[in-house]
């Protein structure tokens, strides 16, 4: 089993940045992707950022170029650091870690952009 605990949302206004940390616990060795989430009510779970095992990134389009996904391999932390916040990127932010054999979600944390 793998735990994930995000955190580091918030309310931060329009053009700034916050860094969310998914810490990962457990049997971590059994990830090999690792990807963040956003939802926002009556709308499906969008992804935003993922990383493959190669340390390949990609990016939701509304991101490119404001949002950088990175990680701490050897410490099983990842971040989402966000830059030049909009209120449309408002949300909760879910880690998402990807094994052999199932999904595994962190509990989320707010973010609010205000305008």
């Known amino acids: 089993q793998v735990q994930l605990a995000e955190s580091g949302g918030g309310l931060v206004q329009s053009g700034g940045s916050l860094r969310l940390t998914c810490v990962a616990s457990g049997t971590t060795a059994s990830i090999y992707g690792m990807a963040w989430y956003r939802q926002v009510p009556g709308k499906q779970r969008e992804l935003v950022a993922l990383m493959t095992p190669n340390s390949s990134t990609n990016y939701a389009d509304s991101v490119k170029g404001r949002f950088t996904i990175s990680r701490n391999k050897a410490r099983n932390i990842w971040y989402l650091q966000m830059n030049s916040l909009r209120p449309e990127d408002t949300a909760v932010y879910y880690c998402?870690?990807?094994?052999?054999?199932?999904?595994?979600w962190g509990q989320g944390t707010q973010v609010t952009v205000s305008s």
């Open positions: 998402n870690a990807q094994s052999s054999v199932r999904a595994y």
